[in-house]
């Protein structure tokens, strides 16, 4: 298995809603990161963990909540948004070795907030 | 001033031609990688690259430590090439730095 999975494809939601972004991974990656990306810019990096443990926030809302229950999964948790939150999110994974940095990207999450 | 820099931001061909992408960076990386982007679409890796030059298919990459520039060449270009380049780099081993893409229209 040599892919990075995202569900949901698209999610349409309210301002009040609470839903969750899956990220899943079976390559034996160490390291899982979250990225949004507007139109026409490049992806913005929002989150990354490395075994487990989250190493970088960027400065991100605290109505984004990042979640990795286990190496293989990552989740993130919304809450709140705001309209100008909707975006593509992406999920990446990388194999951490000290002279390998190449990340594998999923194939996102289309989310709109109304 | 971005860090990575790519030209042009916007490129269209006929079916056929031989493109190029340029990508220019201002900071000491280890590792640079060209990804390419379909409209609503995931990012797909094509390459990466810590010197000299690689091939795959039609593309070809190429990197310059000493001058900090690489390109992106396509051969015989098709309409299924279009798409948006995006050139990244590694300064450390857990962030990528991105260009701002660009955009590839190719005409049959």
């Known amino acids: 298995d040599t892919e990075v999975t995202q569900t949901p494809k698209h999610l349409v939601m309210g301002m009040t809603n609470k839903k969750s972004l899956k990220c899943e991974q079976h390559?034996?990656?160490?390291?899982m990161y979250w990225y949004k990306q507007k139109a026409k810019k490049p992806p913005e990096l929002m989150f990354v963990?490395?075994?487990?443990?989250?190493?970088i926030n960027e400065s991100v809302p605290s109505r984004f909540s990042p979640e990795c229950p286990n190496s293989s999964l990552l989740n993130l948790h919304l809450h709140a948004l705001q309209p100008e939150d909707s975006a593509l999110y992406l999920c990446?994974?990388?194999?951490?070795?000290?002279?390998?940095?190449?990340?594998?990207f999923g194939p996102g999450t289309r989310l709109t907030v109304l | 001033k971005n860090e990575v820099e790519q030209s042009p931001q916007n490129l269209t061909a006929q079916e056929g031609e031989f493109i190029t992408i340029n990508c220019s960076y201002s900071?000491?990386?280890?590792?640079l990688h060209w990804l390419q982007q379909h409209p609503g679409g995931g990012i797909v890796s094509l390459f990466m690259?810590?010197?000299g030059k690689k091939k795959h298919g039609r593309l070809i990459a190429t990197i310059n430590i000493q001058e900090k520039h690489s390109s992106l060449h396509i051969t015989a270009s098709h309409p299924r090439d279009s798409a948006v380049y995006i050139c990244?780099?590694?300064?450390?081993?857990?962030?990528?730095?991105f260009g701002t893409g660009t955009r590839l229209q190719v005409f049959p």
């Open positions: 963990y490395s075994y487990e443990k989250l190493s």
């Open positions: 390559m034996g990656h160490r390291a």
């Open positions: 990446a994974s990388r194999l951490r070795l000290a002279d390998y940095n190449e990340q594998f």
């Open positions: 690259l810590s010197s």
């Open positions: 900071v000491g990386i280890s590792a």
């Open positions: 990244a780099v590694n300064e450390n081993t857990d962030k990528l730095i």
